[in-house]
């Protein structure tokens, strides 16, 4: 059971990879059609937490029984991510400020190790490690640097709030009264577009964008269906999976997994908006996901509680033999 359960975890971790990898196909042509970065932002989270408002209100329980839980993973898991990674995007170059943003796993490590006095398997700290130099081919980070301090500080911070996502989705999983996920992200998403709504301030939107169209690969699509593709797909189901997923198998292998993100949204460029993969990029690819296969076997298996004496077992064992 516990094994059927850990496959269906890293099944789901890898379906919430590919479904986070390709919002930015859909997304990087309404910002190229005149739509502002953090208004996509907006969009994104708004209409995730438009759509998810019945699970809101199915789960209200939760704003009583856990509003902490509900308001850190809004603040942090949703708006801290998108909006840190945004501002460290307008300082630095995508590459770094992607490696920096997916350092957050490698982070997560270090906070369940010295913070949270768990311990971390061997195997998990090699695929993180792994994973990073991968990831780091990936966005060929020595391509071009110029690196702002602020720009980096911002890329750090959104780090850091991508570890707390996998720390968040673990909370509570243990107990008998765990909050449904369901339920967490439906009031995440909505805490984090009243967040968002304060920073990307959409009344300045220019919404005649929505109502054309956006170049994909050379092919003209409807601005709603990619809107539709990134809020459904890019968001609500990526997130859904990627909760559930942290909770069959644990925060520190599912955030290894998370890796495997940048490499779909590098292969999605490649295919479908002509984006190619160098040498490295391809060989970086292949890191991660050895750094995801090393990590997924490392879950730290539960303590094997002691088993009771049996009174007079030696005894009785005496007798059994001596009678035979």
């Known amino acids: 059971m516990q094994a059927s359960g850990k496959n269906a975890g890293l099944g789901l971790a890898l379906v919430s990879a590919f479904a986070f990898g390709g919002s930015g196909v859909a997304a990087k042509p309404l910002i190229e059609a005149g739509l502002d970065p953090l208004h996509m932002v907006w969009l ?21 029984r856990r509003p ?13 991510v998108q909006a840190f990674y945004f501002a460290s995007l307008s300082r630095i170059p995508v590459g770094v400020a992607l490696l920096l ?53 911002f890329g750090l911070a959104a ?30 998403m909505l805490v984090g577009a009243l967040v968002m709504t ?3 301030r959409p009344w300045e939107m220019d919404w005649q964008v929505l109502g054309g169209q956006a170049s994909v690969g050379g092919t003209m699509v409807p601005a709603p269906v990619l809107l539709a593709w990134v809020v459904l797909v890019a968001t609500v189901f990526a997130y859904l999976t990627g909760v559930v997923s942290v909770r069959r198998l644990s925060p520190q292998v599912a ?17 479908l908006l002509g ?9 970086g690819g292949g890191l991660v996901l050895g750094g995801a296969f ?31």
């Open 294 to 324: 090393i990590a997924q076997p490392s879950r730290p298996a539960p303590p094997v509680p002691p088993v009771p004496p049996v009174v007079g077992g030696p005894a009785l064992l005496d007798r059994e033999t001596t009678t035979a």
């Open 255 to 271: 955030g290894v997994v998370a890796f495997l993100e940048a490499v779909v949204a590098t292969v999605l460029a490649w295919v």
């Open 159 to 188: 780090a850091c709030c991508q570890a707390f996502y996998f720390v968040f989705a673990d909370q509570g999983a243990d107990g008998d009264d765990a909050p449904d996920p369901l339920g967490v992200i439906a009031y995440g």
């Open 198 to 200: 304060v920073i990307a």
């Open 101 to 153: 943003e997916y350092l957050g796993p490698a982070l997560l490590l270090g906070y369940i190790r010295f913070v949270q006095r768990k311990p971390v398997t061997r195997g998990a700290a090699a695929g993180a490690a792994v994973a990073v130099v991968g990831l780091a081919c990936v966005v060929e980070i020595w391509s071009g640097l110029s690196l702002d301090p602020l720009g980096v500080l």
């Open 44 to 64: 994104r989270v708004a209409g995730a937490a438009l759509v998810l408002s019945p699970l809101a209100w199915r789960h209200r329980d939760l704003v009583l």
């Open 275 to 283: 984006e190619y993969l160098s040498t490295w990029q391809i060989v």
């Open 68 to 80: 902490l839980l509900l308001a850190g993973f809004g603040l942090v898991a949703v708006a801290g």
